[in-house]
């Protein structure tokens, strides 16, 4: 009999990527740390056959493909908490891991904490989301980064995260299938959150421990400064982008390349696709999610009545 919560805290997405075995560490991980008060989700591209009889626990969802973005939007339906959280193929929760980041949202102008991925060879951060660096979109940060660049855009990747459940759905909507590259999907979503004036947390006590070969890769080249720096002119054209000395400094003495700064500064020949890609104006303010939940709230106390 499928296990059904009243009112769940968190739905609990987990995609199957890549290798079963790995996905199955992720939700033995994910069962055991789990609290009561959460909704587990499965999502698979129609392969995965449940051997250990898991229904009564995980509502399992087929997706289109076994891409990350395609499982989380095929998944997202079936989802019922007001939070809704991605851990990816590979990746193990820790104990308490959930409590730390949904106290972000306690803050009203927040819509997603991205969490902190440690190398469980290594046991050091990976990554704690991302941010915008004088030289390089969407770089992969760690706490340090984050304490010298308070001010830099910043966000979330997809397969770490925490976001509130309706500004999920207007991303998925925002932004079209055909973009389902991870990284330009978490990094659109970002620079869409940005616009609509909303911020990122950043949970450092929630932990995911990471397989080594599941770790994103961390590639430079000139299609993903093009790709980037088109996304964040079609979305936040008005904010600035550094001045072309920052830029080269960082490129040379940063994690990025010259090619990948190269891309960033002739990226006009992407915007076009951008603009078919994404609706900036889909995401909610802060302001008109707090009033359509009053006006939900007290439409629910009505019916009460």
Known sequence: MLKVLRDPRVSIVIPLQRDEQLFEATLLSVLENQPADCQILAAHNGT??????????????????????DLVRDAF???TAPIVHVIGTGMKASTDWLDP????????DVAAAAATLVSEQTTQIHSTGWCDTPGRYCQPQRAAERDRRTDALNG???DACFVRRDLLGELLDAIAPAMNDPVAFSYAAGCLLKR??????????????ADPTVLPEDHSDLDRGVCLASIR?????????????????SAILGPGSLAEMLGMLRHRGGISAMRRAIDPDCVSTPDEIAAAHAKSTTAANLRAA
């Open 156 to 158: 979330f990747f997809l």
């Open 101 to 108: 980041a949904i106290a972000s949202f306690t803050e009203s």
């Open 77 to 79: 339906g079936a989802t």
């Open 196 to 209: 609509s004036g909303w911020k990122i947390s950043t949970s450092f006590d929630s932990q995911i421990f």
């Open 48 to 69: 995965y056959s449940d051997p250990f009889q898991l229904g009564d626990e995980v509502t399992f969802v087929t997706a289109r493909s076994s891409n990350l973005v």
């Open 233 to 249: 002119s079609r979305v936040i054209p008005d904010v600035p982008r550094a001045s072309f000395v920052s830029m080269l400094q």
